[in-house]
């Protein structure tokens, strides 16, 4: 860890209030060139903490960047975690109003809900299918609060990789009744198709990031609990929305998921 007790308490309520205030900052490790991915997580357990003290109850975890289409588009070469939050959860069909965010992108995932914890190291797909309770469709609503979502990895880590919302759809699925390599996902805003995957964009297999996620953890002394809700990652690149826009994801085999946004 290369900064301080304070600087980490600073550094939280900075981006917690930029997240609050929906104020766009410039991304912290300009100021903080020397911050180490240890002084990053830090800061993003420091805004749990704030969060959790307000009484705000952590609805599950995330991975992030860990498609190619993510990485290329963020310009970044390595996955990352975060959590989400209680006020986070927005229901299938919902209405997501624009004016609580800074600027909205969406990002079609396929999550997991475990019935057995899982602990790294040395965590792979076969424990995460075999602690699988079901696969449900997902879609996270992401607002980085560094300007233009110019950031690097530190940074974006310290920020809770961007989480502001999700939306997850009503069927779910064991893990065995499904191909989830060769599942396919199709987007649309406005009724028109612009982007499309298959589970295995996803680091080859969308388990394979619930056992990347749980391998961070424990390196950090940590375990997935049983009933963990976890989202993969966007299995294409994130589409950026507007008021007036309608977005669709349709899974195959797990239905659809759709919002609209005011
Ligand atoms: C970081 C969050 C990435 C995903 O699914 O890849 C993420 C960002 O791109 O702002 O949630
Ligand atoms: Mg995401």
């Known amino acids: 860890m290369n900064l301080t007790q304070d600087t980490i308490a600073r550094l939280a309520g900075h981006l917690e209030n930029a997240e609050l205030q929906r104020e766009a900052v410039r991304k912290i490790t300009d100021e903080y060139p020397d911050m180490d991915w240890?002084?990053?997580?830090?800061?993003q357990d420091a805004i749990r903490a704030r969060k959790e003290a307000r009484g705000t109850r952590i609805a599950g975890l995330k991975m992030g960047l860990t498609s190619f289409a993510k990485m290329r588009q963020m310009g970044v070469s390595d996955p990352v975690y975060g959590f989400l939050t209680d006020y986070g959860a927005c229901m299938d069909g919902a209405a997501i109003d624009t004016g609580?965010?800074?600027?909205?992108?969406?990002?079609?995932?396929?999550a997991f809900v475990l019935k057995a914890p899982l602990k790294g190291p040395g965590c792979h797909i076969g424990d995460v299918l075999a602690a699988t309770d079901f696969v449900v469709p997902a879609v996270e609503v992401i607002d980085s609060r560094y300007e233009n979502f110019r950031f690097d990895l530190k940074s974006v880590i310290a920020d809770n990789t961007s989480s502001a919302r999700f939306v997850v759809g009503g069927t779910h699925r064991g893990a065995e009744?499904?191909?989830?390599?060769?599942?396919?996902?199709?987007?649309e805003k406005n009724g028109e198709v612009v982007a499309t995957a298959a589970g295995a964009a996803v680091l080859g297999?969308?388990?394979?990031?619930?056992?990347?996620?749980?391998?961070?953890?424990?390196?950090?002394?940590r375990e997935l609990p049983a009933g963990t809700f976890i989202m993969t990652g966007g299995v294409t690149e994130a589409i950026a929305v507007a008021a007036g826009d309608n977005?669709?994801?349709?899974?195959?085999?797990?239905?659809?998921?759709?919002?609209?946004?005011t």
């Open 38 to 43: 240890d002084d990053a997580y830090a800061i």
């Open 100 to 110: 609580t965010l800074i600027h909205p992108k969406v990002e079609a995932e396929i």
């Open 177 to 187: 009744g499904l191909d989830l390599k060769n599942l396919g996902v199709v987007l």
């Open 205 to 221: 297999h969308p388990a394979n990031s619930v056992a990347m996620l749980a391998n961070m953890l424990g390196a950090r002394g």
């Open 247 to 261: 977005i669709t994801v349709r899974y195959q085999h797990l239905g659809t998921v759709s919002m609209h946004f």
